[in-house]
């Protein structure tokens, strides 16, 4: 079964139209508008570089951070008032969708970031440890492919060879 493709300005629309519903009532801190408008705007910046593997890899890090940060906000804020104005309850449900319509999102932005060339797993720069000695190359096994190589350029005949400066 082919995943289907999502384009990358529907994702952005959104979540961007969502967000700013879920933003009317005003129940939920400055931090939610801010936090999730951010990463719309590198989502922004993702679409307009079709190219970028980095734009899209910081999109993608930053809904999976805005993931985590809405549950916080919700848990915090969530404060349902004695009588419930609509407006409430639509700016509250809005924000809910949006966060459940994240990790969809974060999988079709995932496969954004592949299609662009991004790798399956994400390095992070951290050292690793690996036991595949396949790409070392044994001492006893070198070959002189050229004088080049060599590391003290020396000629056939095992003199010194002219040096070049």
Known sequence: ?????????AIVLVHWLL???GCMALWLPTSYAWGNFTVLAVGVWAVAQRDSLDAVLMFLLGMIVTIL????HFGIFYH??????DLFRF???????????????CFFVYQM??????EYNVNFGFPSVSRSRDAYQS????HESSSAASPFNQTQDGKAGARKY
């Not at 940060?69 to 916080?72: A, E, G, H, L, S």
């Not at 809005?94 to 969809?104: D, E, Q, R």
């Not at 970031?113 to 991004?118: A, K, V, W």
């Open 1 to 9: 079964m082919e995943i289907p493709a999502i384009n990358l300005k």
């Open 19 to 21: 967000t700013v519903w």
């Open 69 to 72: 940060t809405d549950i916080v």
């Open 80 to 85: 349902v008032p004695d009588l419930v104005p």
């Open 91 to 105: 700016s509250a449900g809005m924000a809910i969708l949006s966060l459940l319509l994240k990790p969809a999102s």
């Open 113 to 118: 970031y592949r299609e662009r060339g991004g």
């Open 139 to 142: 001492i006893d096994q070198q």
